[in-house]
Nanobody, 125 residues
Framework: QVQPMESGGGSVEAGGSLRLSCALS????????VAWFRQGIGEEREGVAS????????LYADSVKGRFTISQDNAKNTVYLQMNSLKPEDTGMYHC??????????????????WGQGTQVSVTS
């Protein structure tokens, strides 16, 4: 089973940037999809961005479009989330996971069964 390992979180001021990394324990095929999710205190976990290993499909939640960029380095089995222009509402625990091929229904949390420990992002105003 794939075991993701997230890193790169931290505390930044509003307007700042962070880059999260998601290291995977296995290589992925071009149709496999990796997604980033986040969960604030008292909130439900939500999908942030997703990408296929081949890079042909890239999807974002409306709340992060134009500010976040997801990318992959297949040679390193790693997926990144570059987060710019951070806002306090971006605060939360960020997780990555392998979701359905072609990122089908990627935002449905109940379909995910390979959660990592997550990495905390805190954005202060």
């Amino acid at each position: 089973q794939v075991q993701p390992m997230e890193s790169g979180g931290g505390s930044v001021e509003a307007g700042g940037s962070l880059r999260l990394s998601c290291a995977l324990s296995v290589s992925l095929s071009w149709s496999n999809c990796v997604a980033w999710f986040r969960q604030g205190i008292g909130e439900e976990r939500e999908g942030v961005a997703s990408i296929t290993a081949g890079g042909a499909i890239v999807l974002y939640a409306d709340s992060v479009k134009g500010r976040f960029t997801i990318s992959q380095d297949n040679a390193k089995n790693t997926v990144y989330l570059q987060m710019n222009s951070l806002k306090p509402e971006d605060t939360g625990m960020y997780h990555c996971a392998v979701v359905a091929d072609y990122c089908t229904q990627w935002t449905i949390v109940s379909l995910v069964n390979n959660w990592g420990q997550g990495t905390q992002v805190s954005v202060t105003s």
